[in-house]
């Protein structure tokens, strides 16, 4: 059984950082497709970051540069390190996973390509 639980949200100035976790069980990263979505009121959620079995990438350009994926294999966590944050980066964040591979489906970062998800973590940026 996959879950998925984020943790590490919270509320910063603009300009700070953030670091993002997800501890999943029932995830094997060399099988599996994960990613990082965020949700604003009102708005679609939306694609952040995919990362394949390979470490290979794939962000959205609003936060190239900003933000990095990464994981710990040996931790089953899967980290988001938020830096830059800007007031428009306020959102639900979701962990999300899906057992078909990255590459696959081109790197989506389509959240109904993805088949599991967290909780979310609120994160919010004041200016």
């Known amino acids: 059984q996959v879950q998925l639980v984020e943790s590490g949200g919270g509320s910063v100035q603009s300009g700070g950082s953030l670091r993002l976790s997800c501890a999943t069980s029932?995830?094997?990263?060399?099988?599996?497709?994960m990613g990082w979505f965020r949700q604003a009121p009102g708005k679609e959620r939306e694609g952040v970051v995919s990362?394949?079995?390979?470490?290979?990438?794939k962000y959205a350009e609003s936060v190239k540069g900003r933000f990095t994926i990464s994981r710990d294999n040996a931790k089953n966590t899967l980290y988001l390190q938020m830096n830059s944050l800007r007031p428009e980066d306020t959102a639900m964040y979701y962990c999300?996973?899906?057992?078909?591979?990255?590459?696959?489906?081109?790197?989506?970062?389509?959240?109904?390509?993805?088949?599991?998800w967290g909780q979310g973590t609120q994160v919010t940026v004041s200016s």
């Open positions: 990362i394949d079995r390979n470490a290979w990438t």
């Open positions: 029932g995830v094997t990263y060399s099988q599996y497709c």
């Open positions: 999300a996973a899906d057992n078909t591979p990255c590459a696959a489906k081109s790197f989506s970062l389509l959240a109904p390509d993805f088949g599991y």
